[in-house]
């Protein structure tokens, strides 16, 4: 299908397009892009289309959309539009014609969802609504010097009243019976959306199926009647330099405390094998990100560099 008046062909990505589309993505988050580590990977996935519009035969722009929550959604991930050509609507048209095709595929799909993150101008309130927002902390540091740090800092809070509670590690089958219970998806969810690493998944059984596969460390501050949760994977590649790698620790609940019991536990697990710089991504509700900022920086010694301003999670009708 042709993209009007800017002579673009849309296509479904393959493999061999995996150079071109890196080479539009320089710079993309500061160096911290996600799309070389899940390229392939999306290419894959049963419920996914990952679309390109091409010029020429050259790669213009790449939208990603997959299908979750029960056909009902429709989430839009990893757009970009090469660096010359940005400002003219390519964001637009490669949207709309991913939407398109997907619908005529899964005609069950009723709403698209994205995560931005900077702050948001009328013409994108007039569009979306805003589910929920997390406030996003860039940290930046060597894993092997910041292992004996982790632990100083927690022997620290175990002497302090209130300062530790003992993070519980939930296994697949406590995963579901936690992350589908009405109160913690009503009081402790934003937007009542489990987000991992910027995909956002509505609290289904049929989600959590899919997310129980992907390798997730899953925490609770108690498996009866848990208040802050999270979410931690691997860590992954990115583009920053020679072995970069990116950790991310997403952390629902507003409890200070027990937040950054879970942040210095998913830590704790997700640095043990590690050497190298580390470029840890925090996101928590906005209210924390003062407190953990000056955690992270004063009692950890971490640097902090703000690449990326909030996550928002916009939701529209298809
Ligand atoms: C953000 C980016 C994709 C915008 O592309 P663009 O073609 O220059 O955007 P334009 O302003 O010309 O296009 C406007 C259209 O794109 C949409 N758009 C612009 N920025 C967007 C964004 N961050 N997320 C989703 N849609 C966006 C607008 O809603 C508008 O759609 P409409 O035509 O349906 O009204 C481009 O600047 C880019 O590749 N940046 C680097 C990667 C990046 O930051 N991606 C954002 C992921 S959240």
């Known amino acids: 299908m042709a993209g009007a008046g800017h002579g673009l062909e849309f296509c479904l990505a393959q493999a061999a397009d995996f150079e071109e589309v890196m080479s539009i993505s320089t710079n993309i988050y500061g160096g911290l892009d996600y799309l070389p580590a899940r390229y392939h990977a999306w290419l894959l996935e049963a419920t ?155 609290p289904s059984q049929s989600n959590l199926e899919k997310l129980v596969t992907k390798g997730i460390s899953w925490m609770a501050d108690s498996k009866e009647d848990p208040n802050v949760l999270s979410l931690s994977a691997a860590p992954y590649e990115v583009p920053a ?29 997700g640095l043990e094998p590690l050497q190298g710089p580390v470029h840890c991504l925090v996101y928590m509700d906005p209210s924390l990100w003062s407190e953990m900022h000056a955690f992270c920086t004063g009692c950890l010694g971490m640097r902090n560099e703000q690449l990326i301003d909030g996550q928002k999670l916009l939701e529209a009708e298809i």
């Not at 990952?50 to 939208?63: Q, S």
């Not at 969810?189 to 509505?202: A, E, F, H, K, M």
């Not at 200070?256 to 879970?262: A, C, E, K």
Request: hydrophobic fraction near 40%; charge should be positive; include cysteine.
């Open 48 to 202: 996914r289309r990952v679309f390109l519009a091409k010029r020429e035969g050259r790669v213009v722009a790449l939208v990603s959309v997959s299908v979750v929550d029960d056909g009902r959604t429709a989430v839009l991930e990893g757009l970009r539009v090469a660096p010359a050509e940005r400002g003219r609507g390519i964001a637009g048209l490669v949207q709309r014609h991913a939407l398109g095709v997907m619908k005529s595929h899964y005609p069950s799909l009723k709403v698209r969802r994205s995560s931005r993150s900077g702050p948001l101008g009328p013409e994108v309130m007039a569009k979306y609504r805003i589910i929920c927002h997390q406030g996003v902390l860039v940290l930046h540091f060597l894993a092997e010097e910041l292992r004996p740090n982790l632990a100083v800092a927690i022997d620290q809070l175990k002497g302090v009243s209130g300062g530790w509670e003992d993070p519980v590690r939930l296994e697949i089958e406590e995963v579901k019976r936690v992350f589908l219970d009405p109160r913690v998806v009503e009081e402790v969810l934003p937007g009542r959306t489990i987000t991992w690493d910027w995909s956002p998944y509505q």
């Open 241 to 269: 330099g020679v072995g970069h790698l990116r950790l991310n620790i997403d952390i629902f609940g507003r409890d200070f405390p027990r937040v950054r019991g879970q942040f210095l536990a998913q830590l704790r697990g």
